[in-house]
């Protein structure tokens, strides 16, 4: 079937203005709540004196000890789901002890995103991995620092860390990460257990 070129320009024009949407989407935050707490409201929780310390807590290293089924796993998973809304670029890996426990956590996730009432991933989410429209990613890894060594991340999330094996290799690796997204300066890189959050 031989088409017109008045059709062929008006779906080039359809598809620029909406790459161009897209574009303009990405800079701007998906999202209206600009307090993680309020944003933990918004998704119909109330937060705990000790869930809102850790949702306001701006540490480089945080470790929540808590008692079981205490709620840590929902407030980090609402914390980095926040910055990935919010932050353009975001690049968030979740971490456990097992795959299985990394993806169960994602999971968590993905199934908050059905409260907000708007769709904010590009494209369909994946079995472990949530593409952002703002260019954020929340993605599942295994417990295996060759793989964390070779990411570029903003954050990584360490569920059930007390269960987690070669955790010095994996704490060397996540710092390697997180200075990845920055350039140091070779003094900086030299000192050893220096590490800050990328922004």
Same mark, same amino acid.
């Given at each position: 079937?031989?088409?017109?070129?008045?059709?062929?320009?008006?779906?080039?024009?359809?598809?620029?203005?909406? *790459?161009?949407?897209?574009?303009?989407? =990405?800079?701007? $935050?998906?999202?209206?709540?600009?307090?993680?707490? !309020?944003?933990?409201?918004?998704?119909?929780?109330?937060? %705990?004196?000790?869930?809102?310390?850790?949702?306001?807590?701006? &540490?480089?290293?945080? =470790?929540?000890?808590?008692?079981? @089924?205490?709620?840590?796993?929902?407030?980090?998973?609402?914390?980095?789901?926040?910055?990935?809304? %919010?932050? @353009?670029?975001?690049?968030?890996?979740?971490?456990?002890?097992?795959?299985? @426990?990394?993806?169960?956590?994602?999971?968590?996730?993905?199934?908050? #995103? &059905?409260?907000?009432?708007?769709?904010?991933? !590009?494209? $369909?989410?994946?079995?472990?991995? #949530?593409?952002?429209?703002?260019?954020?990613?929340?993605?599942?890894?295994?417990?295996?620092?060759? %793989?964390?060594?070779?990411? %570029?991340?903003?954050?990584?999330? #360490?569920? *059930?860390?007390?269960?987690?094996?070669?955790?010095?290799?994996?704490?060397?690796?996540?710092?390697?990460?997180?200075?990845?997204?920055? &350039?140091?300066?070779?003094?900086?890189?030299?000192?050893?257990?220096?590490?800050?959050?990328? =922004?």
């Amino acid at each position: 079937m031989i088409t017109s070129p008045g059709r062929k320009i008006n779906r080039y024009y359809d598809n620029f203005q909406s *790459e161009r949407e897209r574009d303009e989407a =990405s800079s701007k $935050p998906l999202i209206e709540q600009t307090d993680v707490v !309020e944003f933990f409201k918004h998704l119909g929780f109330q937060a %705990t004196v000790y869930q809102e310390k850790l949702l306001r807590d701006k &540490s480089q290293f945080i =470790s929540a000890r808590w008692s079981r @089924q205490s709620g840590k796993s929902l407030a980090m998973a609402v914390a980095v789901l926040f910055n990935a809304l %919010t932050r @353009q670029g975001f690049r968030a890996a979740i971490v456990g002890p097992s795959k299985r @426990q990394s993806l169960k956590m994602v999971d968590k996730i993905s199934r908050l #995103l &059905s409260r907000l009432g708007r769709d904010v991933l !590009e494209g $369909p989410p994946r079995k472990g991995r #949530l593409a952002f429209r703002n260019g954020s990613v929340i993605e599942a890894l295994p417990n295996n620092p060759d %793989t964390i060594r070779g990411e %570029t991340l903003n954050v990584v999330v #360490l569920d *059930e860390f007390a269960y987690i094996e070669h955790d010095k290799e994996l704490y060397d690796a996540i710092i390697f990460a997180s200075w990845a997204s920055h &350039s140091a300066p070779d003094s900086l890189r030299e000192q050893d257990g220096l590490g800050w959050r990328a =922004s």
